[in-house]
């Protein structure tokens, strides 16, 4: 594991209770050689959900102050409006480049900063999108997944009109990298079935580095043949937990 960035806690809080830490760069890209000069959760899972990161660049706290600026107004727009990435980074460096625009003395800025992300802020719990997760499930998949019951109706009204049955982060990147979400079908079996179905394939992707495209005949293969075992739904549950365990 690699050490902890964190060089020290900067002394002020960001609208929605974000705790903005000064980070070293370096070790940060241990964790992800993308990383380049601040983060936050919705861009890089490894963040805390409420700490936003900022790389040092030691003796230019104007430079720091807009980055902090940047990932905020990102995070938001990713949280609360269920902006993919490039869309809300697009957003967030033309409101960056407005910031730096203004010449605003280093003294008033993070002052002006929080100003800006607290509108962003409250215009962004307006038009939030519903949480579709129902309840988690009590299953732990491999790889330290959590399995969420989810109401897709919301989720294609919402989100993905795409979306049917069941879903992961590396199809579906609006969901959590450590979770996997199935529709609630009611009927217990099927819901067990697509959740090997969501787990195998987030598997195939995130491990073996398939595309969507390969991976998905190779696990519908595998749940056609799961089905056929005609497998009591009391057992179904362990029987999936295995199957999943070979595959890491």
Do not use: C
């Amino acid at each position: 594991m690699p050490k902890d960035p964190r060089i020290k806690k900067l002394p002020f809080i960001i609208p929605d209770n974000a705790i903005v830490y000064m980070v070293n760069g370096d070790i940060a890209r241990d964790y992800d050689v993308e990383f380049s000069l601040g983060g936050h959760y919705y861009r890089y899972p490894f963040i805390p959900e409420n700490e936003i990161w900022v790389e040092d660049t030691s003796g230019h706290p104007h430079d720091v102050d807009a980055d902090i600026y940047h990932e905020g107004f990102e995070r938001l727009l990713m949280k609360y409006k269920g902006m993919p990435y490039e869309e809300a980074h697009s957003h967030a460096a033309i409101e960056e480049r407005h910031l730096r625009k203004e010449r605003i003395p280093v003294s008033d800025l993070i002052k002006n900063i929080i100003k800006k992300l607290q509108l962003l802020q409250k215009e962004s719990l307006k038009t939030a999108k519903k949480d579709p997760r129902i309840k988690e499930l009590p299953i732990k998949l491999p790889d330290n997944v959590k399995v969420f019951l989810v109401d897709g109706d919301i989720i294609r009204n919402n989100y993905d009109i795409e979306f049917a049955l069941g879903g992961h982060h590396y199809r579906n990147d609006y969901i959590p990298e450590n979770e996997v979400w199935v529709e609630d079908t009611k009927y217990e079996h099927d819901i067990d079935i697509n959740i090997f179905y969501e787990g195998y394939e987030r598997l195939l992707m995130k491990y073996r580095g398939m595309s969507y495209d390969s991976a998905h005949p190779i696990v519908s293969l595998e749940e056609h043949n799961l089905r056929r075992e005609r497998i009591p739904v009391s057992e179904l549950t362990r029987v999936i937990v295995d199957k999943l365990q070979k595959l890491i």
